[in-house]
């Protein structure tokens, strides 16, 4: 290939002193090249590059913040008799994510964030994923959830775990759900599950458990949807950075808000709390840890109320 090489004559310094190089000639010019005392150093041509497509990129939707001045329904459990909430001057409703689409929808054009409940810690036998699945379901007991008709899910399978979790939480975000509330992550604090997982310890199965709760925060994340934290206090200090919220039952009883004020509190982020007894001082819920409490008349163990209504101990919401 030809080159040209400027150089400086060097009898004359003369700058348009030009030798053309051919490629045929190219050994012999190079040699009277340094016979005139100039060294040469010859590149190959420079190629054009490639050009690399780009992928557009992905974007995340954006999520409906939970402010932690907002009230709430409880539309999805806590009652022996199945009596519901009111969602009047409710910002926050928590609904069953089995609810008719058209139920989720109306209040959500309403004003409200709607939470959609699950268990993903247990099989619930009447769901209907459950029956038209049951036999995969079943792979993954490890034992009994005493008292609520349930079964506790081996949390070490994750793999199996998001097979089964994916379609609810798609299912969800189709309904119209703004986030979710994903129940009974707490397999490591209870005895009848860890210590039925066999081959594992206790603190594997920690570890264990605290990798499936971060991917559900993935998974709703990746659809747009915020993700409350249900109890599991233990683990508030751990992961309550990456989620949105948190409900929490009977932390009153068992003097563990501090946890919620502590982290979820002091980050902006949304408390709910229940207590299931009108004893003691569980307005000390909203007043001194600054989440929304709500209570009723009920037992403690199992946590259920049994008679009355739902007392609310935060201001209404202006809803819109």
């Excluded at 009230?71 to 009652?79: I, K, R």
């Excluded at 089964?164 to 299912?171: G, N, V």
């Excluded at 949807?225 to 992961?239: D, G, K, R």
Aim: proline content about 6%; overall charge negative.
């Amino acid at each position: 290939y030809p080159v040209t090489l400027v150089v400086a004559d060097p009898t004359t310094n003369d700058p348009s002193y030009a030798i053309q190089l051919a490629t045929a000639g190219i050994a012999s010019s190079v040699q009277k090249v340094h016979d005139i005392g100039v060294a040469l150093s010859v590149a190959a041509p420079t190629s054009q590059p490639t050009p690399v497509s780009t992928p557009a990129p992905t974007l995340t939707p954006a999520i409906e913040p939970l402010l932690p001045t907002y009230g709430w329904s409880n539309l999805a459990w806590g009652w022996e008799d199945g009596w519901k909430d009111t969602i009047a001057n409710r910002k926050i409703v928590d609904m069953d994510y089995e609810e008719p689409e058209a139920d989720i929808r109306a209040v959500r054009d309403a004003g409200h964030i709607v939470l959609c409940y699950f268990s993903a810690g247990t099989l619930e036998p009447w769901r209907a994923d459950c029956t038209a699945n049951k036999a995969a379901w079943q792979a993954l007991t490890v034992s009994k959830l005493s008292g609520w008709g349930e079964d506790w899910l081996d949390v070490t399978k994750l793999d199996q775990l998001k097979e089964l979790m994916t379609p609810r939480f798609e299912e969800a975000k189709a309904k119209g759900c703004h986030g979710i509330e994903a129940d009974v992550i707490d397999c490591y604090a209870n005895s009848e599950c860890y210590s039925k997982i066999s081959g594992y310890t206790k603190a594997q199965v920690k570890t264990a458990q605290i990798a499936y709760n971060t991917w559900q925060v993935d998974m709703a994340h990746s659809l747009g949807l915020s993700i409350v934290m249900s109890n599991a206090v233990e683990l508030v200090p751990a992961m309550s950075a990456i989620y949105d919220g948190a409900i929490n039952e009977q932390c009153q009883l068992y003097s563990e808000c501090q946890n919620y004020l502590d982290y979820f509190h002091k980050q902006g982020k949304w408390v709910g709390n229940v207590e299931y007894t009108t004893s003691g001082n569980p307005t000390e819920g909203y007043t001194v840890y600054k989440m929304a409490t709500k209570y009723c008349a009920g037992t403690n163990d199992p946590g259920i109320c049994k008679s009355g209504s739902w007392i609310d101990t935060f201001p209404d919401d202006v809803v819109v």
